[in-house]
T-cell receptor
Framework: EPEVTQTPSHQVTQMGQEVILRCVPI?????FYWYRQILGQKVEFLVS????????KSEIFDDQFSVERPDGSNFTLKIRSTKLEDSAMYFC?????????FGPGTRLTVT | LAKTTQPISMDSYEGQEVNITCSHN???????ITWYQQFPSQGPRFIIQ???TKVTNEVASLFIPADRKSSTLSLPRVSLSDTAVYYC?????????????FGQGTELSVKP
């Protein structure tokens, strides 16, 4: 069964550094998403992406964040100038229709 | 999107049927109901979705009354591996964005 994959599984970075989280959505899916989950808290929507552009973003997704689909397979989330409060699990998801398929997540730790 | 309310936690024993009820009083005509499951340190996983009446798949059943202000996820004969957080969400049809808004979910604990 096709799966959404994410790399790396765990990323440790220092405050102020830039990180890029990578996702490979399922190949025939057209809609892509990033969510995050701070430890012990609920899953939060960050951004949705369709037809090579952002279709919706949350208040969390400010100028510090950006997304890109650089080729036909990868979908990336860039976080500039990381802060301690950016530490969380970041999930990528994709969907063909209504059902969203989530990846295993990248645990980002900002020290 | 309509806010959802569900119990924070539930306990059950192996082999029992578990019913988790969610209320969504302000659901709109073009909204549908969807349930996800999440294990610790994993991404949410789709379980079932429906618009009205009853939907059944190999994992669960979803019961939606005529007024659609609530829904009940039914898990038949749970096992220890069903211990997880279960999320009830309301999503909009025809929404090109299709974002999911998660609440706190129901933490189900299945005991032997």
């Amino acid at each position: 069964e096709p799966e959404v994959t994410q790399t790396p599984s765990h990323q440790v970075t220092q405050m102020g550094q830039e990180v890029i989280l990578r996702c490979v959505p399922i190949s025939n899916h057209l809609y892509f998403y990033w969510y995050r989950q701070i430890l012990g808290q609920k899953v939060e929507f960050l951004v949705s992406f369709y037809n090579n552009e952002i279709s919706e973003k949350s208040e969390i997704f400010d100028d510090q964040f950006s997304v890109e689909r650089p080729d036909g397979s990868n979908f990336t989330l860039k976080i500039r100038s990381t802060k301690l409060e950016d530490s969380a699990m970041y999930f990528c998801a994709s969907r063909p229709g209504r059902e969203q398929y989530f990846g295993p997540g990248t645990r980002l730790t900002v020290t | 999107l309509a806010k959802t309310t569900q119990p924070i936690s539930m306990d059950s024993y192996e082999g029992q049927e578990v019913n988790i009820t969610c209320s969504h009083n302000n659901i709109a005509t073009n909204d549908y109901i969807t349930w996800y499951q999440q294990f610790p340190s994993q991404g949410p996983r789709f379980i079932i979705q429906g618009y009205k009446t009853k939907v059944t798949n190999e994992v669960a059943s979803l019961f939606i009354p005529a007024d659609r202000k609530s829904s009940t996820l039914s898990l038949p004969r749970v096992s220890l591996s069903d211990t997880a957080v279960y999320y009830c969400l309301v999503a909009r049809q025809g929404n090109q964005g299709g974002k999911l808004i998660f609440g706190q979910g129901t933490e189900l604990s299945v005991k032997p």
